[in-house]
């Protein structure tokens, strides 16, 4: 990604938070600094730009994550996957609303969908081996990511630190049933 592509995304990202992604190419191009036919030459579509916010976003999030060969999943390697991403997401606030806005909008396309998901799966696939081996007790691997990103984004809104931020991270464990 170039500095042009970044400048435009960076400029989109505010309007997406603040008006929303129904914003005009034409406001992204005003706020990024630059004429529509380089936002054009930049990013083919909306589609384009919105796919490149989402995978941006997404990949930035699963680089801050860390995967464990581990067969027997640990507190420890939860702990550490919580605490990497409140660090990334506190650095990161709009990177991280605006993955959430664009997620929960179902605005991504289909193949940037698959990528992400694919870039998600040896998460996905450790939680699956966890509840297999009776480790974590959820109904299946989607209830526990979308209860693991309510934690976080709870105690992020929260602004839960220390003693509390430990009892939220407890209170997470104990929703999933983790047993190690």
């Known amino acids: 990604m170039n500095d042009r592509q970044i400048q435009i995304?960076?400029?989109?990202?505010?309007?997406?938070?603040?008006?929303?992604?129904?914003?005009?190419?034409?406001?992204?191009?005003?706020?990024?600094g630059v004429s529509n036919g380089t936002l054009f030459n930049a990013?083919?579509?909306?589609?384009?730009?919105?796919?490149?916010?989402y995978h941006r976003a997404k990949t930035a999030m699963f680089d801050a994550l860390h995967i464990s060969a581990?067969?027997?999943?640990?507190?420890?390697?939860?702990?550490?996957?919580?605490?990497?991403?409140?660090?990334?997401?506190?650095?990161?606030?709009e990177e991280r609303r605006v993955m959430h806005l664009l997620q929960e909008a179902g605005l991504a396309s289909q193949s940037v969908q698959i990528e992400i998901a694919q870039r998600g799966a040896p998460h996905a696939d450790w939680v699956r081996r966890a509840?297999?081996?009776?480790?974590?007790?959820?109904?299946?691997?989607?209830?526990?990511?979308?209860?693991?990103?309510?934690?976080?984004?709870?105690?992020?809104?929260?602004?839960l630190t220390g003693d509390d931020l430990d009892l939220a991270f407890d209170m997470l464990c104990n929703s999933i049933g983790l047993t190690t």
């Open 43 to 53: 990013f083919a579509t909306k589609q384009d730009l919105i796919d490149a916010i």
């Open 131 to 159: 509840l297999d081996q009776g480790y974590l007790r959820a109904p299946n691997v989607e209830y526990v990511g979308a209860l693991l990103f309510f934690h976080l984004d709870l105690a992020i809104a929260q602004d």
């Open 70 to 93: 581990d067969t027997v999943p640990h507190r420890d390697h939860i702990k550490r996957n919580w605490d990497s991403y409140l660090t990334w997401a506190r650095a990161n606030p």
């Open 9 to 32: 995304i960076s400029a989109a990202t505010t309007l997406f938070l603040n008006e929303g992604v129904g914003v005009s190419t034409a406001s992204i191009a005003k706020a990024a």
